[in-house]
């Protein structure tokens, strides 16, 4: 696997690189494949298949990598799979990699800010244009990762530089994505993703809570002078149905809350 290339406003890579296959038999794929987080891999254009107990080589390649780019980070492996005892060894040298074009923007996602229960303030910065001006740029944002024009997204302004980005109307206690975009004659690239999470909104009365799920609830909260105590239970020690909230015993003298979400109370007395 190559250390991590960052290929924001590249199309395509040209990939050439010398090799020598000593084969066994059959079985055995070698191929080039891509990621842009090292776990989950593309196969790309080129691969060859272990055949018998040969020298295969040394040849030159030189294919392309046509997946998992315009992406901060992008990784490129060479990988055998199937039978690996098909080959006895595999080597591999002098390896290059060239960006095809750079038609697209390189653009920047800019950290997220000021998050409240409903607004987020993000931007980025646009630090090429590509082969054309950029018409349009903002960021893009929702409830999945990779975010793109088809989600929310914002427009703020045109050409180079650093822009800001409201973000409106989100649900409170959710987590987003966001990343930017820019756009010119060649199409629209995307910066780096950013997730965040949106504050807990005030609750209106009536309010209840059962604490059905396993995990500590959303919006709630504990201190203590000593320790953590408070815990979900799987329970129904207090006469409600299982789960129910669990102070642990803990040696010592203190104080130990566990805190509701803000209430709205008002118009109560």
Not at 3 to 15: H, K, Q, R, Y
Not at 84 to 110: C, G, K, R
Request: glycine letters at 8%; proline letters at 5%; aromatic letters at 10%.
């Amino acid at each position: 696997m190559t250390p991590p290339i960052n290929t924001l406003g590249v199309n395509s890579i040209d990939l050439t690189f010398s090799h020598l296959l000593d084969d066994y038999g059959t079985g055995a794929t070698l191929r080039v494949q891509s990621s842009t987080d090292g776990i989950n891999w593309t196969n790309e254009a080129w691969s060859m298949i272990s055949v018998d107990n040969t020298n295969k080589g040394p040849f030159i390649t030189q294919t392309t990598v046509n997946s998992n780019l315009n992406s901060p980070v992008t990784y490129i492996a060479f990988t055998v799979e199937g039978i690996i005892s098909a080959i006895d060894n595999w080597y591999i040298d002098d390896i290059t990699a060239e960006a095809v074009n750079m038609d697209l923007p390189v653009v920047i996602t800019s950290p997220v800010t000021d998050i409240t229960d409903a607004t987020a303030t993000s931007g980025g910065e646009v630090v090429f244009e590509g082969t054309s001006a950029v018409t349009a740029r903002g960021v893009c944002y929702g409830t999945n990762p990779d975010p793109a024009l088809s989600d929310n997204f914002t427009v703020n302004g045109q050409g180079t530089g650093a822009f800001i980005s409201q973000m409106i109307n989100l649900s409170p206690s959710t987590t987003y994505y966001v990343r930017a975009y820019a756009t010119n004659g060649s199409g629209t690239a995307y910066g780096n993703n950013i997730e965040f999470s949106t504050n807990c909104g005030i609750v209106s009365l009536p309010f209840d809570e059962n604490f059905n799920n396993s995990t500590f609830p959303e919006c709630w909260s504990q201190t203590s002078t000593i320790s953590d105590r408070w815990t979900v239970s799987n329970s129904a020690n207090a006469g409600g149905a299982p789960n129910e909230m669990m102070a642990l015993w803990t040696d010592g003298t203190g104080i130990s809350r566990l805190i509701a979400p803000p209430l709205n109370t008002n118009g109560y007395q």
